[in-house]
């Protein structure tokens, strides 16, 4: 059974830095993507970014441009965010995600249903 887990979360104040982790277990084959989503108090799942295990491209939500960072480590399946210059609006659950059932349509990067399997998400709080 897939398993994803996230980890990396905290409290941290604004213009300060962040690395989230997660690791895909329960393959033996990589997935074709993994992304990173995030939810709000109040809010809906917003797509933060991803990474695509075929060709390595990376494609970012405009509120994250320029200051978050997703890598896939050296160690397979597991894929890292970079978060730096953290602003209060950042603070959010961000949730891990997996696609394996085949390569992710381009136009559906950053929609929720382009990806199977989800973690359970690490709570990242950034106070002014």
């Known amino acids: 059974q897939v398993q994803l887990v996230e980890s990396g979360g905290g409290l941290v104040q604004a213009g300060d830095s962040l690395r989230l982790s997660c690791v895909v277990s329960g393959r033996t084959f990589g997935p074709y993507a993994m992304a990173w989503f995030r939810q709000g108090p109040g809010q809906e799942r917003e797509f933060v970014a991803t990474?695509?295990?075929?060709?390595?491209?990376?494609y970012y939500a405009d509120s994250v441009k320029d200051r978050f960072t997703i890598s896939r480590d050296n160690v397979k399946n597991t894929v890292h965010l970079q978060m730096n210059s953290l602003k209060p609006e950042d603070t959010a659950v961000y949730y891990c995600?997996?696609?394996?059932?085949?390569?992710?349509?381009?136009?559906?990067?950053?929609?929720?249903?382009?990806?199977?399997?989800w973690g359970r998400g690490t709570q990242v709080t950034v106070s002014s």
């Open positions: 995600a997996a696609r394996f059932g085949g390569p992710v349509v381009p136009r559906t990067v950053h929609r929720t249903f382009a990806y199977e399997y």
């Open positions: 990474f695509s295990w075929t060709n390595e491209s990376t």
